[in-house]
């Protein structure tokens, strides 16, 4: 499992700079744009600040293109994974000198939060509550990965995990329509689901422009996307 995982980044980091351009995202595309999609930047103001909820459609998409873990093992994992929720916050000020002075991971704890409706739901504190031992080890082989990948910045992300369901009700559904939302000290960052990384890409049928899944209109003509999930009759009469 420690192999996969180490493997998989490395591949990451080679994969997520190719783009090309095809009917379809590929698969490094859409892991490209989620992560992108998923972490909210500050860096006015001499302020480093960066919200990533890493949701369970990263590792799902980062295992499957690693291809070292089969569909069931993935799937295994997935269900590892359901109870949580990760958000990882980098949070630094930039001194005068240049130098950034980090916050600690026990100062964001207490000011981290996602919301269920508009209830405020805490961070599980990681020393008393049961964690799965799997999603703790994932946790820490990440870190040193991030640390290679960007230095000081990486060594001072911090996760976090938070429970995926209140009161027996998922808090956020990645595959439909939903909002998610993180509260951070005065940063209130909400997502629109699904993914925009997720959704297949539109035709415009008048210019032929492959389009994000989110756009109802052509933006360059005007004119209306259809989806291709409308073409299909809803219901066939019966005879
Ligand atoms: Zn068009």
Same mark, same amino acid.
């Given at each position: 499992?420690? =192999?996969?995982?180490?493997?998989?980044?490395?591949?990451?980091?080679?994969?997520?700079?190719?783009?090309?351009?095809?009917?379809?995202?590929?698969? *490094?595309?859409?892991?490209?744009?989620?992560? =992108?999609?998923?972490?909210?930047?500050? +860096?006015?103001?001499?302020?480093?600040?960066?919200?990533?909820?890493?949701?369970?459609?990263?590792? *799902?998409?980062?295992?499957?293109? @690693?291809?070292?873990?089969?569909?069931?093992?993935?799937? *295994?994992?997935?269900?590892?994974?359901? %109870?949580?929720?990760? $958000?990882?916050?980098?949070?630094?000020?930039?001194?005068?000198?240049?130098?950034?002075?980090?916050?600690?991971?026990?100062?964001?704890?207490?000011?981290?939060?996602?919301?269920?409706?508009?209830?405020? $739901?805490?961070?599980?504190?990681?020393?008393? *509550?049961?964690? @799965? /031992?799997? $999603?703790?080890?994932?946790?820490?082989?990440?870190? /040193?990965?991030? =640390?290679?990948?960007?230095?000081?910045?990486?060594?001072?992300?911090?996760?976090?995990?938070? /429970?995926?369901?209140?009161?027996?009700?998922?808090?956020?559904?990645?595959?439909?329509?939903?909002?998610? +939302?993180?509260?951070?000290?005065?940063?209130?960052?909400?997502?629109?689901? /699904?993914?925009?990384?997720?959704? %297949?890409?539109?035709?415009?049928?008048?210019?032929?422009?492959?389009?994000?899944?989110?756009?109802?209109?052509?933006?360059?003509?005007?004119?209306?996307?259809?989806?291709?999930?409308?073409?299909? %009759?809803?219901?066939?009469?019966?005879?």
């Amino acid at each position: 499992m420690r =192999t996969a995982i180490l493997l998989l980044f490395c591949s990451l980091l080679i994969t997520l700079s190719s783009q090309q351009s095809q009917a379809q995202r590929s698969p *490094e595309q859409k892991l490209d744009l989620l992560t =992108t999609e998923t972490q909210y930047l500050d +860096t006015a103001n001499d302020k480093m600040l960066m919200l990533w909820w890493i949701p369970n459609t990263f590792w *799902e998409l980062s295992l499957a293109m @690693d291809g070292s873990m089969g569909a069931e093992e993935i799937a *295994e994992f997935m269900e590892t994974l359901k %109870p949580y929720i990760i $958000v990882a916050v980098l949070d630094g000020n930039m001194s005068a000198l240049g130098a950034v002075k980090y916050q600690e991971y026990n100062d964001i704890q207490q000011n981290i939060f996602i919301l269920s409706g508009e209830e405020k $739901v805490a961070a599980l504190d990681r020393n008393k *509550e049961k964690i @799965d /031992p799997s $999603v703790s080890m994932l946790l820490e082989i990440f870190k /040193p990965i991030l =640390t290679n990948m960007l230095g000081p910045m990486g060594s001072n992300m911090n996760f976090y995990l938070f /429970p995926a369901e209140l009161e027996g009700k998922l808090i956020v559904n990645e595959k439909k329509e939903d909002l998610f +939302t993180i509260q951070y000290k005065e940063y209130r960052q909400e997502w629109e689901l /699904p993914f925009e990384a997720m959704l %297949p890409l539109k035709a415009c049928g008048q210019c032929d422009k492959k389009l994000s899944g989110r756009y109802n209109y052509c933006p360059y003509d005007g004119k209306k996307l259809v989806s291709k999930k409308e073409l299909i %009759p809803v219901a066939l009469p019966k005879k």
